[in-house]
């Protein structure tokens, strides 16, 4: 009966989706053509896709940051929060098993490499292909191999939950005051301050920062929930 | 080409299947993602389609594809992370609440309280 | 500071209250943490409130349109690449009549939950997150800028609901997040269709692209673009036949949350999708045909859902899944309304959507308060819910009388706005008969409130537990109370003003509430309406009503079945745009 229900469906969502998908249709260059022109002198950035969404569309780059934030939030406290006299206590075989040596020795041993990556990406995302969700979450992966390797090196990272919760928080602040700013200097809101002071400060600096803030923010924040995920043991 | 997105849209379908058919709770959730993935895709493969350079300036006079889908689809790739993260900690409590991972039994059971 | 940096301003407060909320979190001390929420809320619910009456009068005379992240103001209208050079934001009135009706629903449910409902910090910041979503889907222009609005305000609710830590609400909030995601997925296909035949993202460079179409494979492909957008919104709205989420979603969030869900939430899409289709229908061209088909569709399923969910309202034994039904019931009304789409008719469907989302909050919250107090959901088994305080017993009738549309209350104007537009015609009919059904399953509800009696104690459900309710105690819940149900009755005294602003906002001279509206024979049909009410609720009650309420409540919709309702509506609008070209 799902079955049936199921073709029928598809049946009808072919029919409707076909001619939108299937057709061919000569795409347009207009706005590759204006970007090409306008991008680097507008915003500094060469890498045009970082022009788009942290110059002319932030907007919806604050958005989906704030999607991000929410999702986190959700998450965590969905697992966390309705208090841990619900938790089934987690047999002892199962603590050890999904970390063998191998696991926990080349995680161990790759996590500075997986970091550094993760801040080159997020800070070179104006002349390169990153940028700060792309740094973010080789970031998080970072902290996440820090966290498997840690049976090997008989150590932890500095960087508790509750220490990445504050990085977070202050990221979000960081992100709310580089929208505020321009209002500061004279330009209306999420409008690069620096055209406003002339030209001895490269227009680039507002997207830089928007990157870094937003790669702290995504960062922290997908490594809370992945750490989260990873242990059994809601502790703190 | 034609047959990118026939394929494309095949993936589609395919993701809202098993959306809909399949019981068990995280193969839905595979399935939510598949269908996240192939409109993606769609709006990437279609973008690249007026150049074959990815769109960052060098000196060279060369023809780059629309930055303007990648720079959506960052978006959206983003946003279906986000609710792959929340379903699948929905999907963790609901299995710790009714020890089934099975839609119908899972209806059945809440229905019951 | 101009009124474009003052609406942006009243779009990110929400969301600087929601980062207080964090850092509230992180502080030690319960005294600071619960200061610092209530300075976050203040901050983000009540002081764009005031900020609204600074923007009346800009906005009252025009509609306030801008470019966020323009980075190069001087780029002429030939050269602007529309999607690309900044994002377009239109603030006109009916962006302020939304946010005035988001922000005190809002406000007024936050205040609820300080006694009632979650205390964390968290709930305070995703509230303020969702309702930063509500601002910002109200006076966005932009079609990508729609989408990731709409996802914000989707993933804030799905949270929102599992907050209430029930199994039958994480259920209901993973179906709601799966058809939701689906059709966030296909209105992202409709984008492209639009991108790739438009080159524009902002509405009004694919307004101005619309006057110059003239192939048949071009009106095909945005046709069929446009119904991907409207079914996704349609998910959200839930009118027929993709309501199925609803009931369950709404039933098991918390009541503070049941209310903005109901009250805001399931509006704001429609009146933004409003603002999309309106504005491509006003530039005359070769696509007009496909919208008014589209229209007429969403009229005609706005009008069925009326009558099928009052249906549905009437055989349910879980309180506020009645009460559930019942939104879906009003929605209806206001989409029969919005459907006409001239300014007088988008002025009604406001005021009722305005109007609903008050008496919805009001029922909600005194129910919920009836529901906490006693332990129980059904509503054949509480009895004696009068003794759960004065102020809910009094807040509960004033919303019950305001659904059922009785004379001072608000809810008749708004009703007698709607039906005084679809007058003569045989949606008045259906409408007139989803009424009767609205009384019958609000006496079906004040049976809870009534003393129990002898024959109550006889029934094989009595359980003496259940009536041992004592009074509430609660400032803010009081309070809270108290602010809707004065809203209802000032709302219903001064129903003409607001109808005049309304049109006024919205751009036209007349006012939507009809001239004579406490006129001897607008009370003889009330009072016709009430008795056909009571005979239906007495129908209901006897045995072969007993046995058709019982049949329909016990099916439920399953989760391929919600899915399945969500293709049949894309087939049947995609159908009918294919068959016409």
Redesign the interface.
């Known amino acids: 009966m ?2 049936l ?2 073709i ?3 049946i ?14 000569p ?6 053509d ?3 022109h ?3 002198r ?2 500094g950035a ?4 970082s ?3 942290l ?7 604050i ?2 940051t ?10 965590v ?3 966390k ?2 208090g841990s006299s ?3 206590p987690v047999p002892s075989y199962k603590r050890g098993a999904i970390r063998t040596n191998i696991i926990s020795m080349t995680t161990g041993k790759l996590a500075p490499v997986v970091m550094l990556f993760g801040w080159y990406v997020m800070f070179f995302g104006h ?3 990153g ?1 700060g ?1 792309q740094g973010g979450v080789v970031l998080a992966s970072g902290m996440l191999f820090i966290a498997l390797g840690r049976e090997h090196h008989k150590r932890d990272s500095q960087l508790t939950k509750k220490r990445l ?2 990085i ?2 202050l990221s ?2 960081l992100i ?1 005051l580089l ?2 700013i321009p ?1 500061t200097l004279g330009a ?5 301050p620096l ?1 406003k002071i002339g030209d001895s400060i490269p227009r680039v600096i507002y997207i830089i920062g928007f990157n870094m803030a937003i790669g702290l923010k995504v960062g922290s924040g997908l490594s809370i ?1 992945g750490l989260l ?1 990873m242990d059994m043991q809601h502790d703190d | 080409m034609m047959i990118n997105r026939i394929l494309l849209l095949c993936l589609f379908l395919l993701g809202f299947y098993g959306l809909m058919v399949l019981k068990n709770l995280v193969k839905k959730v595979f399935a939510l993602s598949i269908q996240n993935s192939a409109v993606i895709l769609l709006f990437i493969v279609e973008g690249s389609r007026i150049g074959d350079h990815a769109p960052i300036l060098s000196e060279d006079q060369v023809r780059y594809v629309d930055p303007i889908p990648q720079a959506l689809m960052l978006t959206a790739i983003v946003v279906g992370i986000c609710v792959t993260a929340l379903a699948l900690a929905l999907v963790y409590r609901l299995y710790q609440k009714y020890e089934s991972l099975n839609v119908e039994e899972i209806q059945r059971k809440a229905n019951n309280e | 500071m101009n009124s474009e940096n003052l609406i942006v301003i009243q779009i990110v407060l929400p969301l600087s209250g929601a980062a207080l909320c964090f850092v509230s979190k992180l502080l030690k001390s319960q005294t600071l943490q619960r200061l610092i929420d209530w300075f976050a809320a203040f901050l983000g619910l009540f002081v764009p409130l005031g900020l609204l009456f600074f923007l009346y009068p800009a906005v009252s005379q025009h509609p306030i349109q801008f470019y966020v992240g323009n980075q190069h103001p001087l780029i002429g209208i030939e050269l602007r690449f529309d999607g690309v050079s900044g994002i377009e934001l239109r603030f006109d009135g009916v962006s302020w009549l939304l946010n005035v009706m988001g922000f005190i629903t809002a406000a007024t449910s936050w205040l609820y939950s300080r006694t009632a409902g979650p205390h964390t910090p968290e709930f305070s910041a995703l509230f303020l997150i969702q309702t930063f979503a509500l601002t910002a889907t109200a006076s966005s222009a932009d079609l990508f800028n729609l989408f990731v609005c709409f996802e914000i305000l989707g993933i804030a609710s799905y949270a929102l609901t599992a907050f209430s830590g029930k199994g039958r609400a994480f259920m209901a909030a993973f179906s709601y997040m799966a058809v939701s995601s689906t059709a966030m997925a296909i209105f992202l296909i409709g984008v492209f269709g639009i991108y790739r035949i438009t080159g524009a993202l902002s509405y009004d460079g694919i307004a101005r692209y619309i006057t110059r179409i003239t192939t048949e494979a071009q009106i095909v492909g945005l046709g069929l673009s446009l119904v991907c957008i409207v079914i996704a919104t349609a998910v959200r709205v839930a009118i027929l036949p993709v309501y199925g989420w609803l009931p369950e979603a709404h039933a098991t969030a918390p009541h503070a949350i049941s209310a903005v869900l109901s009250g805001v939430l399931i509006k704001v899409p429609l009146f933004a999708l409003g603002r999309f289709l309106f504005l491509l229908m006003s530039n005359v061209s070769a696509i007009d045909i496909v919208f008014k088909e589209i229209l007429d569709v969403l009229k005609l399923s706005g009008t069925l859902t009326a009558l099928v969910a009052v249906i549905f309202a009437l055989s349910q034994r879980d309180v506020k899944r009645l009460l559930a039904y019942h939104s879906i019931s009003q929605i209806g009304y206001v989409v029969s309304a919005w459907a006409i789409a001239s300014p007088m008719a988008i002025a009604a469907a406001w005021m009722h959507a305005f109007y609903h989302a008050l008496f919805k909050g009001l029922l909600f919250l005194s129910v919920g308060t009836v529901i906490d107090a006693s332990g129980s959901k059904d509503v054949y088994t509480i009895r004696g819910a009068y003794k759960v305080g004065l102020i809910p017993t009094i807040a509960f009738f004033v919303g019950a009388l305001s659904i059922s549309a009785f004379p001072p209350f608000n809810g008749f104007a708004s009703k007698a706005a709607i039906f005084y537009l679809h007058k003569g015609s045989w949606e008045y009919i259906i409408l007139s008969i989803a009424s009767v059904g609205t009384i019958a399953s609000m006496i079906k509800l004040s049976r809870m409130f009534i003393p129990e009696g002898k024959s109550a104690k006889a029934r094989p459900e009595y359980n003496p537990n259940i009536l041992v309710l004592k009074p509430v105690t609660g400032f803010w819940l009081k309070v809270s109370l108290v602010i809707f149900a004065l809203a209802c009755v000032m709302g219903g005294l001064f129903s003409k003003e607001m109808g005049r602003l309304a049109g006024l906002l919205v751009g036209t001279e007349t006012n939507p509430v009809p001239t004579h509206l406490f006129t001897l024979n607008s009370i003889k049909g009330t009072l016709s309406l009430l008795a056909q009410g009571v005979l239906l609720y007495l129908f209901v009650i006897s045995l072969p009503g007993k046995y058709i309420t019982h049949k329909i409540e016990t099916r439920q919709p399953s989760f391929a079945g919600l899915l399945f309702a969500f293709s049949l509506g894309i087939g049947l609008l995609g159908t009918l745009v294919l068959l016409r070209h």
């Open positions: 799902t079955k229900m199921g029928v469906s598809l009808l969502l072919s029919a409707v989706l076909g001619p939108i998908i299937i057709t061919e249709h795409w347009s260059q207009n706005a590759r204006f970007l090409l306008n991008g680097y507008d915003t060469s890498n045009l896709v022009a788009i969404y110059g002319y569309r932030a907007y919806d780059t958005g989906e704030i999607v991000l934030l929410a999702a986190v939030t959700g998450a406290f969905l697992i929060g309705f619900h938790q089934a002349q390169s292909p940028g969700f919760h504050r977070e928080v979000l602040w709310l929208v505020c209002l209306a809101i999420l409008e690069n055209t929930l995920m």
